[in-house]
């Protein structure tokens, strides 16, 4: 969805919507679209206010077992908006503090699917564990340790076990 500036004008304007995000290339799966609730508003004459929150329903897989964990998202934005070129940096967005963002238009539209996108790609935490205590699965044959044990570890030359082996 695109948002025309000249339609938030003097105006709040709040728009609800879902956003399928077909081409999203991540490590992670989207369960059912995004749903998006944006909140426009404009601030002085060159700059806007874009608020708003995205909800999904997202699976990822465990980094150490690979177990699929659903991971609900709701997380709230804040951009101010720009006309124009960013002053000296190329780059599309620039974090001023964590809760405000500021981005910079080269038209006068709010592309809203790069924003969606964005905030649902920050939501994901970096580390996904099913568990914290997760043991994950063996190096060397595979095996997931939290449902099972095995004998790799005995065998390993590095290991204590191995070591104590060659004493007896
Ligand atoms: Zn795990
Ligand atoms: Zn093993």
Redesign the pocket.
């Known amino acids: 969805m695109k948002i025309l500036l000249a339609d938030i004008v003097g105006k709040d304007r709040k728009f609800s919507y879902l956003e399928s995000l077909d081409s999203l290339l991540s490590d992670f799966t989207l369960k059912s679209p995004v749903e998006a609730v944006l909140l426009a508003r404009q601030k002085s004459e060159e700059s806007y206010v874009l608020s708003g929150t995205v909800k999904a329903s997202v699976t990822v897989g465990c980094d150490r077992c690979g177990k699929i964990i659903p991971l609900p998202v709701n997380r709230e934005f804040q951009y101010v908006l720009h006309i124009g070129q960013q002053p000296e940096r190329n780059a599309e967005y620039q974090c001023n503090d964590e809760d405000c963002e500021a981005l910079y238009l080269n038209e006068a539209a709010i592309e809203c699917e790069a924003i969606v996108e964005e905030q649902l790609l920050l939501a994901i935490p970096v580390q996904r564990l099913c568990d914290e205590s997760c043991k994950g699965l ?6 997931n ?1 939290n449902e099972k044990k ?4 005995e065998f390993n030359s590095n290991s204590p076990f191995a070591i104590l082996k060659k004493l007896q």
């Open positions: 063996c190096k060397e044959c595979g095996i340790l095995c004998q790799c570890g």
